[in-house]
T-cell receptor, first 114, second 113 residues
Framework: SQTIHQWPATLVQPVGSPLSLECTVE??????LYWYRQAAGRGLQLLFY??????ISSEVPQNLSASRPQDRQFILSSKKLLLSDSGFYLC?????????????FGPGTRLLVL | AQSVTQLGSHVSVSEGALVLLRCNYS??????LFWYVQYPNKGLQLLLK????ATLVKGINGFEAEFKKSETSFHLTKPSAHMSDAAEYFC???????????WGAGTKLIIKP
């Protein structure tokens, strides 16, 4: 069966510090991968998605970036965090199946920027 | 462009009462539709999805949703609410142009004892 891992679970970082969040998927090959953010009291905001190694699409211009160095690894980074980067970050995966793809979510990372 | 509207950011029901969470979509083609649930500080979990088979879709935890093309709706229901149903619920529609999901803003379900 497939599983998705995210770490760390919780992170407190000062403004201006770098960020690296990691997401890995097990039990499947060539998944589509996604990074979402939920700000407090807000809905889901798609940040990045990837359909293959090295292929990243950005949905929202910001100081965040994403990379996919391996088939089942997706990394979210920032060189300098802003207060507005605080939120709950969710990674998800899916398999292409003609539009009916179910996205499966990881447990999330709670980021607090102070 | 496709969009999803969830009516009511918060819905409060008594334990044992009917749960009705509303979702309307706009789409120029027959969509695929999804309901997800998110418990506090957890990731999202798929409740059910509609993929153009039966219009009444049964999901986990006793939830079901009915696709009504004429009303462009996909409302989520459960006959009898439990305290454990307290969570946030998200409706989503598949954007067939790039296979992403278009998300509603979410509805927080509150269960009163």
């Amino acid at each position: 069966s497939q599983t998705i891992h995210q770490w760390p679970a919780t992170l407190v970082q000062p403004v201006g510090s770098p960020l690296s969040l990691e997401c890995t998927v097990e039990g499947t090959s060539n998944p589509n991968l996604y990074w979402y953010r939920q700000a407090a009291g807000r809905g889901l905001q798609l940040l990045f998605y990837s359909v293959g190694i090295g292929q990243i699409s950005s949905e929202v211009p910001q100081n965040l970036s994403a990379s996919r160095p391996q088939d089942r690894q997706f990394i979210l980074s920032s060189k300098k965090l802003l207060l507005s980067d605080s939120g709950f970050y969710l990674c998800a995966w899916s398999l292409t199946s003609g539009g009916a793809e179910t996205q499966y979510f990881g447990p999330g990372t709670r980021l607090l920027v102070l | 462009a496709q969009s999803v509207t969830q009516l009511g950011s918060h819905v409060s029901v008594s334990e044992g009462a009917l749960v009705l969470l509303r979702c309307n979509y706009s789409s120029s083609v027959p969509p695929y539709l999804f309901w997800y649930v998110q418990y506090p500080n957890k990731g999202l979990q798929l409740l059910l999805k509609y993929t153009s088979a039966a219009t009444l879709v049964k999901g986990i935890n006793g939830f079901e949703a009915e696709f009504k093309k004429s009303e462009t709706s996909f409302h989520l229901t459960k006959p009898s609410a439990h305290m454990s149903d307290a969570a946030e619920y998200f409706c989503a529609v598949s954007d067939k142009s790039n296979y992403q999901l278009i998300w509603g803003a979410g509805t927080k379900l509150i269960i009163k004892p």
